[in-house]
């Protein structure tokens, strides 16, 4: 018997675990405020809550990453110490963490088995493995090859990886942080499958997301936290999306967008045979051939790592391509340098906010005016005019409601929403003529979402041709005019809004082309 199936074995099934009045404080900051939560084998308790609500912290707790400053957490009654994620794992406490803890270069075996004892002492033991993971993988519906790496893997195979770990380490609970973030819809409906039948076979699950839809088809119960405290805990068969978005938030919010019509105009950007190589050196972009026009939102989706991140930066000028044509308001901009491009009317948001799009050192003020500085009435004579920079900064602070103690503080200080509406100032304030949002609600709670999508279709009233690129598949269905989805580098189809369906989405997000009826 091998040392990994002793482990599993040497745990006490969890029936019942318990975190009891956990208070855990940060420097200026009281992230979790005497919060109660427990979770049942045979359940899946949703939690809730806006960015900076507590809901991280929470969990690390419970996985051992944080020490709470008071409470105590239980199992089955008995009172239990979780000094760090080993003692989690000792305990039968698994968490697949949003962003995949595997290693690219290694085997699924491999990766399943790192940091384990192996059986035959020095000897690997990954032909018992790989059993184990195909006994497991054949309980759970979670297909994949025990000896394929994981960088040949698709996201929604990776994320089964991650599972198939915990469950080899002998999971009673699992935590599940955003589970669906990345994954097309069959793969969330396979993903779903799974998770009903880890429920019948007495798992506890933790499932925390943004996607309100999803919370409400899956879970049984949902807590709702909001400024580190518990504002409610309700069965979910009783709750709505709507009475959800209003206790995360504090307020009523909007869950169906208004999309005035808009008539197209002119095409604005013009994307003809574009081929372009990754920072690897292979194909990125292979014959992407696409148009936006004015006052339209062209959704283009596709699981990530298809060539979003390439197209983006190919079109304002941060990427070269091989070979292609880029038109920017009928005119040739391929090749052009970016600030080039920006003259011609392109406003970029950028998917890596704090990369990309802001300088983290600088204060709120400085970033805002980053792409005009040299302009006036910013810079007279090689002079910055401060007094002009300031009236500029609070004016656009207040437009856009960026929550911050003063524009003189530094950028990296900000919540992630508010960096997201200091990007949306300083790039929609130069009234553009194309848009290119990438990502723009990536990471954000439902309150900021909302007002970044609600920017976006103002925008489109005013005649922006916006090229929105999105791996959220929802937020494209709700903003686009058209629907183009990117698989390997190519255009698998463009589609208008109406003649959409999240399910034919999904298939050409994964390769899948519809047979054309004859």
């Known amino acids: 018997m091998s040392d990994q199936t002793t482990l599993a074995e040497k745990q006490i099934h969890i029936e019942h675990l ?21 979770v049942r084998a045979g359940e899946m308790h949703a939690l809730l809550g806006e960015n900076g609500a507590g809901k991280s912290t ?30 989690a794992i000792r305990l039968g406490i698994g968490m697949i963490h949003q962003h995949f803890m595997l290693v690219p270069s290694l085997t699924v075996a491999e990766n399943v088995a790192l940091g384990l004892p192996s059986s035959r002492g020095p000897l690997t033991d990954l032909d018992r493995v790989s059993k184990r993971i195909e006994e497991l993988a054949e309980a759970y519906g ?35 942080d955003e589970p669906t973030a990345v994954l097309t819809p069959q793969e ?11 429920k019948l076979e007495g798992h506890a699950l933790i499932f925390i997301s943004h996607k309100l839809h999803e919370v409400v088809n899956i879970s049984d119960r949902v807590t709702v936290l909001r400024d580190g405290c518990v504002v409610n805990t309700l069965l979910t068969s ?3 999306k709507e009475s959800l978005a209003e206790m995360m938030v504090g307020r009523e919010i909007v869950m169906q967008l208004e999309r005035p019509v808009v008539e197209r105009g002119k095409t604005r950007l013009a994307l003809q045979d574009i081929w372009a190589d990754s920072d690897r050196g292979t194909p990125a972009l292979r014959g992407v ?28 000028g941060l990427r070269q391509m091989k070979s292609g044509k880029v038109t920017l308001d009928g005119q040739d901009a391929s090749g052009k340098a970016p600030v080039e491009i920006l003259e011609r009317g392109i406003s970029y948001i950028p998917e890596e906010r704090m990369k990309d ?15 005009e500085h040299t302009k006036r009435p910013y810079s007279r004579l090689s002079f910055f005019d401060f007094k002009a920079i300031a009236n500029r900064s609070k004016e656009l602070t207040r437009n856009y409601n960026v929550k911050t103690p003063t524009i003189e503080t530094p950028a990296k200080n900000l919540s992630g929403g508010n960096i997201q509406k200091i990007i949306l100032a300083r790039e929609l304030s130069r009234q553009p003529k194309v848009l290119i949002a990438a990502q723009p609600t990536r990471g954000l709670d439902i309150g900021a979402t909302e007002y970044v999508h609600q920017r976006l279709i103002e925008q489109r009233s005013e005649g922006t041709a916006i090229l929105l690129i999105s791996e959220d598949l929802d937020e494209i269905l709700v903003l686009s005019d058209r629907i183009a989805v990117i ?3 190519q255009i698998m189809d463009v589609v208008e809004r109406e003649d959409a369906t999240a399910e034919g989405l999904g298939l050409l997000m994964a390769g899948v082309r519809a047979e054309k009826e004859a």
Request: glycine share 10%.
């Open 18 to 38: 318990e975190l009891v009045n956990i208070v855990k404080r940060f420097p200026g900051v009281l992230a979790n405020d005497c919060i109660n939560f427990d």
């Open 58 to 87: 929470l969990m690390r707790v419970l996985y051992g990453l944080y020490r709470p400053d008071q409470g105590e957490i239980r199992i089955n009654g008995h009172p239990v110490h979780i000094g760090s994620p080993l003692d």
């Open 142 to 176: 979670l297909k994949v090859d025990p000896g394929a790496c994981i960088w040949q893997l698709a996201v929604g195979q990776q994320q089964r990886v991650e599972i198939l770990k915990a469950l080899y380490r002998g999971a009673d609970l699992l935590i599940l």
């Open 188 to 198: 969330v409906d396979e993903l779903f499958v799974t998770l009903r039948q880890m």
């Open 238 to 240: 009783s709750a709505t």
């Open 289 to 316: 051939t696409l148009d936006v026009q004015a006052g339209e939102i062209l959704g283009l989706a596709g699981v990530s790592g298809n060539g979003q991140r390439e197209l983006a930066q190919v079109i304002t």
């Open 357 to 371: 799009g802001m300088i983290r050192e600088f204060s709120v003020a400085e970033n805002i005016i980053l792409r």
């Open 487 to 489: 698989y390997e580098g």
